[in-house]
Structure formats: structure tokens, C-alpha cells
């Protein structure tokens, strides 16, 4: 099957579109991003019927995101032999031209075949563990130029899905240090409650809230903020009374 060759102008039209995908957008997660990536190759890829994204997994490998006709199973376990596998084991690209006639992936062949697909190409996600492929219902369909472009594919989505974990890595860590400066600050003025109305050092007034804690079987920032919030209502003796 002969493939569409693309031009320059098309190439690099596809590349700022790719680049424009990649931006984070708020709220998106990784597969949302990978989404992106994945829908518009079967549109983009010469001979592309179905898209996936591959991640290693603990129990084998892990579908992150696909897009197109669908594979009611997954094409691997991560047991291997299979290209997805070894492109993720290995950093390597893998081609099977020909579901019919390949003898070097024959479960994950005949898997494929008996759902429609005569080909596919995977390439490794450059700094990621993970795998971009491409899988079309004709042999033969990924030579040099979708081999090109499944590449700049695979480029792109590879910074989106770095950036992507990055970006919500950073998020989940504001997240904790907010709290963490949430409860020192609520620590912290309750500490200057008992020391100003009970007369005690910094040292000792912890001490305080630490026993509450530990006798109440409740979390120190809980206890702080009780006793914060007793204090604005004007039953601050009552709350230590209870105590």
C-alpha cells in the first residue's frame, strides 16, 4: 500500500498544531492531555485507524490514552513477546507490517488480526516509560513518512506528558506546603492564646496543645483550631474547661 507523502509546509503546519495540543490547559490531567495527541493522529498519520499511548505498569502495561477504531482488548499484558513491550523494555521503535504474515509477535498478531488491524508501528516516548502507537486495518500501511511523522508525534506528546506530570507534581506540592503553612499558623495562634491568657513560654503552651492531642486521640492542627475558634466566640476557658 503506498503511503501520502507530505509536504514541507504541511509538516510544519502539523508541528505548531502539535505544539498548540501540548499546552496545558486548567484542570487537564495526563490522559486528557495524551488525549489530544492520540485523536488527532488517526486524523494526521497516513493510514492511521486507531492511536494509543502505552505506559509500563506494575501488572504489565497501562493504556494512558487512544483514540479511533477500537481494540476491545488490550494488544499486550506486558508478558511480551510483543513490539508495544519491547519498545518500552528496549527505547526502541517496532514495526509489524504484517499481521498475516508475521511470525516474530504471533499472539499479539493474531490478537490484532482478529480485530481488524493488519499493521502497526510503536515508538518509545523519548524521556517518558512510556510508548506511542499507531495501528492501521491495512498491511504495510507505516513506511518512511508516517514513520516521520508518528515520530513527531511521539516527540510532542512526550514533553506534554512531562510537562503535564510535572505540573500537577507541583500542584500536589503547593497543595501540602499550603496546609503545612495552614497549621503552623493555626498552631501558632493558639500557642499565643494560652500564652498571653495563661501566662506561659512558647515551649510550654505547645506542650499544652500536644497533650490535648494526644489525650483527645485528635490531630494537633484540629485541636489548635478549637481552641482559635472557641477563643473568637469568647468561650476560650469554657473549650480548655472541656478539655
Same mark, same amino acid.
Given at each position: 500500500m503506498s503511503e501520502t507523502t507530505l509536504s514541507a509546509p504541511e509538516v510544519i503546519t502539523i508541528a505548531q498544531e502539535l505544539a498548540e495540543i501540548g499546552r496545558l490547559v486548567d484542570d487537564d490531567d495526563v490522559p486528557a492531555t495524551l488525549s489530544r495527541y492520540v485523536a488527532r493522529a488517526v486524523t494526521l498519520v497516513p493510514g492511521c485507524d486507531r492511536a494509543a499511548i502505552t505506559a509500563s505498569a506494575p501488572a504489565g502495561t497501562e493504556v494512558l490514552a487512544s483514540a479511533g477504531k477500537p481494540l476491545p482488548e488490550p494488544p499486550t499484558d506486558g508478558s511480551g513477546p510483543d513490539p508495544v513491550t519491547e519498545a518500552l523494555r528496549y527505547r526502541e521503535p517496532r514495526r509489524l507490517d504484517d499481521t498475516a504474515a508475521d511470525e516474530r509477535w504471533p499472539p499479539f498478531s493474531a490478537h490484532l488480526r482478529r480485530h481488524g488491524f493488519g499493521s502497526c508501528l510503536t515508538l518509545p516516548l523519548p524521556t517518558s516509560d512510556a510508548a506511542f502507537t499507531?495501528?492501521? !486495518?491495512?498491511?504495510?500501511?507505516?513506511?518512511?513518512?508516517?514513520?516521520?511523522?508518528?515520530?513527531?508525534?511521539?516527540?510532542?506528546?512526550?514533553?506534554?506528558?512531562?510537562?503535564? !506530570?510535572?505540573?500537577?507534581?507541583?500542584?500536589? %506540592?503547593?497543595?501540602?506546603?499550603? !496546609?503545612?503553612?495552614?497549621?503552623?499558623?493555626?498552631?501558632?495562634?493558639?500557642?499565643?492564646? %494560652?500564652?498571653?491568657?495563661?501566662?506561659? !513560654?512558647?515551649?510550654?503552651?505547645?506542650?499544652?496543645?500536644?497533650?490535648?492531642?494526644?489525650?483527645?486521640?485528635?490531630?494537633?492542627?484540629?485541636?489548635?483550631?478549637?481552641?482559635?475558634?472557641?477563643?473568637?466566640?469568647?468561650?476560650?476557658?469554657?473549650?480548655?474547661?472541656?478539655?
Open positions: 499507531v495501528f492501521s !486495518t491495512e498491511p504495510g500501511r507505516f513506511g518512511e513518512d508516517s514513520h516521520d511523522l508518528a515520530l513527531l508525534f511521539t516527540l510532542h506528546a512526550g514533553v506534554a506528558f512531562d510537562n503535564s !506530570t510535572l505540573y500537577h507534581d507541583n500542584l500536589r %506540592l503547593l497543595a501540602h506546603v499550603q !496546609t503545612a503553612l495552614r497549621t503552623r499558623t493555626v498552631i501558632a495562634q493558639a500557642q499565643g492564646l %494560652l500564652m498571653r491568657h495563661h501566662d506561659q !513560654t512558647a515551649e510550654e503552651a505547645y506542650a499544652v496543645l500536644k497533650r490535648l492531642s494526644q489525650e483527645g486521640n485528635v490531630k494537633l492542627r484540629a485541636v489548635a483550631a478549637a481552641l482559635v475558634e472557641a477563643h473568637e466566640a469568647g468561650r476560650l476557658e469554657e473549650a480548655l474547661r472541656r478539655r
